[in-house]
């Protein structure tokens, strides 16, 4: 469902995962959503600029299990936006973060930071989903 604030995709029942997906390349979101939608059953939600992923989710009926995130974009990064998510949210909501460059040094240090190199390697990825998603969802990663 196309719309102002992103593209939903995925299995629409309340109460179920929701994944958050956000990169300025909308050909790396098709392509890291089909390998999603093999991988996982969650509601993906798809915005190309961060400021829009944070307008739409106060909006939103819950805030995503899991957030996916390009580090380097316009205007915002990926570090920037997490920031701003925690803030706004007042929850610590897990993010996975993609990158076709090097991360930033500081905020690499941070241990529960998952850092993921494009082209995204499946194994990492999976093993992401597991350490952050309810275990209720494991069952589709095996």
Known sequence: MA?????????????????????????????LLQQLNLMIDARISCFTFPAKLLEYSQQAQRLPDLVISDINMPEMNGF???????KLWQVRVPFIFVTGLE????????????????????????????????????????
Do not use: C, W
């Not at 920037?80 to 925690?86: E, G, I, N, P, Y």
């Not at 040094?105 to 350490?131: F, H, M, T, Y």
């Open 103 to 142: 991360e930033d040094e500081d905020e690499s240090k941070d241990d529960d930071l998952l850092i993921i190199s494009k082209p995204v390697n499946l194994d990492q990825l999976k093993a992401g989903l597991i350490r952050y998603l309810p275990p209720a969802q494991h069952h589709y990663l095996t």
């Open 80 to 86: 920037q936006l997490k920031r701003s998510a925690h």
């Open 3 to 31: 719309g102002f604030f992103g593209k939903m995709f995925g299995s629409q029942r309340s109460g179920g995962t929701e994944i958050y997906l956000v990169d300025d390349s909308e050909v790396f979101q098709e392509l």
